[in-house]
């Protein structure tokens, strides 16, 4: 087999792998009123089991951190992905208040390994490569969110159990993911002296203006995907089946966006790319506050899912140039971050919404987005585009995988 040819089955796995993680979050967090209903979880009670998958994401994605150095990020996605489906399922075939316990859980743990070394690798490909890739990854996530939500959509409206729902979805998905992972491009072996040494001296310092960044992109998806209903039927005055409609368009608009992100990276470079993602984010949020109705809402959620869009991938793509010799600890303890935002973002609009309005609650992310703009040097120079200075004549190191990037 040619390199080109791995290369190009790698990121094909890759890529799949990143769909079929879209689909099946997509089907855990749009069944969320039926699993409540399913287990008889209180209103008070359900913000807790909510907020114990990303906290056991976080601290599942810092242990991935130090088990892709002994097994490398490859071996780690190979089988966290397969967990994932299984705790999927697992939350749909209980009955008991602690079967969704330990369903969820394990769904958090195998999450975190899951995100971490999925973008490790996308971040070590994209280096191989010599050239921006790491958006179409996420296009992928995207694509299957929408296919995820869909067929969630199609469960609810034929009025499906949730094991009924989840187990197509597991018994196609599951044995593909695991012939895909056969093409994963890692590092069978322990980790390389580079990655042995972490950050570094300071290292970690150099890291968090991307951290600050990642979180703050989280608390405004996290918004549209918990608030843009609400907001638009309570605030807006729209109907109820036009309420869901924003969420739809976010997601279809971040597909499209991150589809073609790629091409706009390798043309004006990522600084240009994610100041101008930041600068339509916020104007998106500036409009959905703004908004005299429903139609003008849905047009800031709109430029929300543009913008908001190519913001998270080439933040782990920028961890991956500042720190060549150990990407997957920058990229581990960057994807912590993604967690915080997440479990930030709700509550913040929520709280702030209640005490004051809605309508300003939306500015709040508006200014934590605007952040980025300070921090946008960090994506790399000015001029740069991915590659330029850093290409190699064609591809070298690949199957030393994760750290050697």
């Given amino acids: 087999m040619t390199e080109d040819v791995r290369l190009r089955r790698g990121r094909g796995s890759l890529g799949f792998s990143f769909f079929v993680q879209g689909v099946t979050f997509a089907l855990l967090v749009t069944r969320i009123p039926a699993i409540q209903d399913r287990y008889g979880i209180s209103d008070g009670l359900l913000p807790a089991f909510l907020a114990a998958v990303p906290i056991l994401a976080g601290v599942s994605s810092v242990a991935t951190e130090h088990l892709v150095k002994r097994v490398g990020p490859a071996t780690v996605l190979r089988w966290a992905q397969p967990l994932v489906l299984l705790a999927l399922l697992g939350v749909g075939a209980g009955s008991r208040m602690w079967h969704a316990a330990l369903a969820l859980g394990a769904f958090g743990l195998s999450v975190g390994a899951l995100d971490a070394s999925m973008n490790m690798l996308g971040v070590s490909l994209q280096r191989a490569y ?17 296919v995820g939500a869909s067929t969630a959509w199609a469960g609810a409206h034929w009025h499906l159990s949730l094991f009924t729902s989840y187990l ?35 290292g970690f310092k150099l890291l968090l203006p991307l951290c600050l960044v990642m979180a703050c992109a989280y608390i405004g998806d996290s ?14 005055g729209s ?7 924003p969420y739809n368009v976010y997601m279809v608009t971040t597909l499209v966006g991150r589809a073609v992100g790629d091409l706009g990276v390798r043309r004006f470079g990522a600084v240009s790319v994610v100041r101008i993602g930041t600068l ?11 908004a005299p109705g429903a139609w003008a809402g849905m047009f800031g959620f709109t430029l929300l899912g543009i913008g908001l869009c190519v913001i998270v991938p080439q933040t782990f793509a920028a961890a991956g140039r500042l720190f060549p010799g150990s990407s997957d600890t920058a990229v581990a303890r960057l994807n912590i971050f993604n967690y915080v935002g997440f479990l930030v973002g709700s509550p913040l609009v929520g709280g702030i919404g209640d005490a004051w309005s809605y309508r300003g609650a939306m500015l709040v992310p508006m200014a934590l987005v605007l952040v980025t703009l300070f921090h946008a040097r960090s994506f790399g120079a000015e001029g740069a585009r991915y590659g330029v200075g850093h290409e190699r004549p064609r591809v070298v190191d690949v199957g030393r995988g994760g750290n050697e990037v």
């Avoid at 010599?130 to 929408?146: N, V």
């Avoid at 109907?239 to 409609?245: D, I, P, R």
């Avoid at 339509?280 to 703004?290: E, I, K, R, T």
Wanted: proline share 4%; glycine share 16%; net charge neutral.
């Fill in 130 to 146: 010599g050239r921006s890739i790491m958006l179409g990854f996420h296009a992928a996530y995207s694509l299957g969110g929408i």
């Fill in 168 to 202: 197509p979805a597991v018994v196609v998905l599951l044995p593909l993911a695991l012939y895909g992972s056969r093409s994963y491009i890692g590092r069978p072996g322990v980790g390389d002296e580079a990655a042995e040494k972490g950050l570094g001296a300071g």
């Fill in 223 to 236: 918004t549209v995907s918990n608030w843009s209903a609400k907001y638009l039927q309570d605030v807006l």
């Fill in 239 to 245: 109907s109820e089946q036009l309420a869901t409609v």
């Fill in 280 to 290: 339509v984010a916020a104007g998106g949020f500036a409009v959905v506050a703004a």
